[in-house]
């Protein structure tokens, strides 16, 4: 069974940092672009960053460019975000996700919440 | 960057009746790479279409997807209790450099 679980998440102050992690089982890893993606509370979805295969190519939607840098380690089948400089308006649950251009697997999310 | 439109914002029907959603994008989208997804409340996104009328793996055939350029329409033939949720429309005709969600459609109980 294809399955993706995220960690990491909880309350942090602005300004601070926090990284999330995602375990992928199932699957081989190493084929796929994987992805994040985050809903703020009772919002809906934004396309946050992607990762190729071996990690030589990233993107990031412009409001976390230079602030989340998104990684991964094949070995472990493992996905990460670190997020640096984090700001209120980053407060949301992060779900990690395999991207075949269209999102066909999802983790459940973890839940991020920045404030004082 | 693609802007998509999704109408209306609520759907209120009952049980056994027809849902017609629609997905608008500002520019076409190359070789129809639009997507579905439901979402229940407390749960993560749920794949149902892709390549705008392709339906994922184990998904209902009362569900179905058309459309192309830049409008789409996600069909569910007759409801069921568990199939109301919000449903979003995504566009990966950039992807993987990046891509865009509609800001969903709730489907509530009538």
């Known amino acids: 069974e294809v399955q993706l679980v995220e960690s990491g998440g909880g309350l942090v102050q602005p300004g601070g940092s926090l990284r999330l992690s995602c375990a992928a089982s199932?699957?081989?890893?190493?084929?796929?672009?994987m992805s994040w993606v985050r809903q703020a509370p009772g919002k809906g979805l934004e396309w946050v960053a992607n990762?190729?295969?071996?990690?030589?190519?990233?993107y990031y939607v412009d409001s976390v460019k230079g602030r989340f840098t998104i990684s991964r380690d094949n070995a472990k089948s493992s996905l990460f975000l670190q997020m640096n400089s984090l700001r209120a308006d980053d407060t949301a649950v992060y779900y990690c996700?395999?991207?075949?251009?269209?999102?066909?697997?999802w983790g459940h999310g973890t839940l991020v919440t920045v404030s004082s | 960057e693609i802007v998509l439109t999704q109408s209306p914002g609520t759907l209120s029907l009952s049980p056994g009746e027809r849902a017609t959603l629609s997905c608008r994008a500002s520019?076409?989208?190359?070789?129809?790479?639009l997507a579905w997804y439901q979402q229940k409340p407390g749960q993560a996104p749920r794949l149902l279409i892709y390549g705008a009328s392709s339906r994922a793996t184990g998904i209902p055939d009362r569900f179905s997807g058309s459309g192309s350029g830049t409008d789409f329409t996600l069909t569910i033939s007759r409801l069921e209790p568990e199939d109301f949720a919000v449903y979003y429309c995504?566009?990966?005709?950039?992807?993987?450099?990046?891509?865009?969600f509609g800001p969903g459609t709730k489907v509530d109980i009538k």
């Open positions: 520019q076409s989208i190359s070789s129809s790479y």
């Open positions: 995504q566009q990966y005709g950039s992807s993987p450099t990046g891509f865009t």
């Open positions: 990762i190729k295969q071996d990690g030589s190519e990233k």
């Open positions: 996700a395999r991207l075949r251009g269209y999102l066909d697997c």
């Open positions: 199932g699957f081989t890893v190493s084929r796929y672009w």
